[in-house]
């Protein structure tokens, strides 16, 4: 899927990406600091039903949501993550197979740890206003 976007359109864009998804729990948001992740991520828990204040988990590296229908959700963001064994001493595993969705930003400082199914979302800037977004399901050679 690719599509550009501007930020009136996240709503739409976000039922497009869970529509097209549905099955996907691990998707990982990939683009520079200030592209628009965690924006793009809190229009699409917005979209699930998430009734729990949704702040960007920089400082905390994972923040736990609840929807109206009682699912939990997992939004991660490793920027700030000094050490690999940072992910491990926080029970990574256990929320990737947890079977709930995990939104995670800055993938790459964990690559060693992502599971070998994943939803990849590249987030570019086009101009000030404006997006470019690539989603492509992703599976790692085993």
């Given at each position: 899927?690719?599509v550009?976007?501007?930020?009136?359109e996240?709503?739409?864009?976000?039922?497009q990406l869970?529509?097209?998804?549905?099955?996907?729990?691990?998707w990982?948001?990939?683009?520079e600091?200030?592209v628009?992740?965690?924006?793009?991520?809190k229009?699409?828990?917005?979209?699930?039903?998430?009734?729990?204040?949704m702040?960007?988990?920089?400082f905390?590296?994972?923040?736990e949501?609840?929807?109206?229908?009682?699912?939990?959700?997992?939004h991660?963001?490793?920027y700030?993550?000094?050490?690999?064994?940072?992910a491990?001493?926080i029970?990574?595993?256990?929320?990737?197979?947890?079977?709930?969705?995990?939104?995670?930003?800055?993938?790459?400082?964990?690559?060693?740890?992502?599971?070998?199914?994943y939803?990849e979302?590249?987030?570019?800037l086009?101009?000030?206003n404006?997006?470019?977004l690539?989603a492509?399901f992703n599976?790692?050679?085993?």
């Amino acid at each position: 899927m690719e599509v550009t976007y501007t930020e009136p359109e996240l709503e739409k864009l976000s039922g497009q990406l869970l529509d097209n998804f549905v099955e996907e729990k691990i998707w990982l948001f990939m683009g520079e600091m200030g592209v628009g992740k965690t924006t793009l991520i809190k229009s699409i828990c917005s979209c699930l039903g998430v009734i729990d204040e949704m702040t960007s988990p920089t400082f905390s590296i994972v923040n736990e949501y609840v929807t109206e229908a009682h699912e939990e959700l997992y939004h991660f963001d490793f920027y700030r993550m000094e050490d690999q064994n940072e992910a491990i001493n926080i029970g990574i595993e256990d929320y990737f197979f947890s079977g709930h969705r995990c939104f995670i930003e800055w993938p790459e400082v964990i690559t060693d740890f992502l599971p070998d199914k994943y939803l990849e979302i590249s987030i570019k800037l086009v101009d000030v206003n404006t997006r470019h977004l690539t989603a492509a399901f992703n599976e790692r050679n085993l």
